[in-house]
T-cell receptor, first 112, second 112 residues
């Protein structure tokens, strides 16, 4: 079963614009992670935000977490064509589980 | 040791044949995960090892699937009597105590 659900399913923007993707989940979490996947490749870990954090930054990435709404957002600023990929959120449930559960992903296309 | 290695990258097999995939995690990582991903979907959890112990298995892992991690190092995933529905990307990931999972590039299985 998929715990997280990303929105939108697909996003198409021009280079230089910002891209925002959202993730909603159902149960209490220990942390939430965002991954990028280029076509036909494995997943690359981008950023992790813990349940007691509200915002984190890494380069052009900004992640927010609202545990009351059970949602997170990933903002990519000043997008580049190389950002074209699928983006997945993964949640690690609270209660001692070590198994992250992934959503279906957002497919981002950045046009040069 | 720069990452998680998976072998082979691609496998085409006839229905009914057995296949085995290998995953070499980052050497100091004690946790190892297998996921399956079909087109347009996020990774779905199959099984999890901590060192050599297989601690969790998904209901997705039917009795045709078996995984091992001898001596807590590399892992193998075997699928017996393959079916067309087994066609997917099989992803391996490893991690240390702290979350942040490193994925391999995956093995793409096509059952014809």
């Amino acid at each position: 079963s998929q715990q997280g659900e990303e929105d939108p399913q697909a996003l198409s923007i021009q280079e230089g614009e910002n891209a925002t993707m959202n993730c909603s989940y159902k149960t209490s979490i220990n942390n939430l992670q965002w991954y990028r996947q280029n076509s036909g490749r494995g997943l690359v870990h981008l950023i992790l935000i813990r349940s007691n954090e509200r915002e984190k930054h890494s380069g052009r990435l900004r992640v927010t977490l609202d545990t009351s709404k059970k949602s997170s957002s990933l903002l990519i600023t000043a997008s580049r064509a190389a950002d074209t990929a699928s983006y997945f959120c993964a949640t690690l449930p609270s209660g001692g589980s070590y198994i992250p559960t992934f959503g279906r992903g957002t497919s981002l296309i950045v046009h040069p | 040791d720069t990452g998680v290695s998976q072998d082979p990258r691609h496998k085409i097999t006839k229905r009914g044949q057995n296949v085995t995939f290998r995953c070499d995690p980052i050497s100091e990582h004690n946790r190892l995960y297998w996921y399956r991903q079909t087109l347009g979907q996020g990774p779905e959890f199959l099984t999890y090892f901590q060192n050599e112990a297989q601690l969790e298995k998904s209901r997705l892992l039917s009795d045709r699937f078996s995984a091992e991690r001898p001596k807590g190092s590399f892992s193998t995933l075997e699928i017996q009597r393959t079916e067309q529905g087994d066609s997917a990307m099989y992803l391996c990931a490893s991690s240390l105590e702290d979350p942040g999972y490193t994925f391999g590039s995956g093995t793409r299985l096509t059952v014809v």
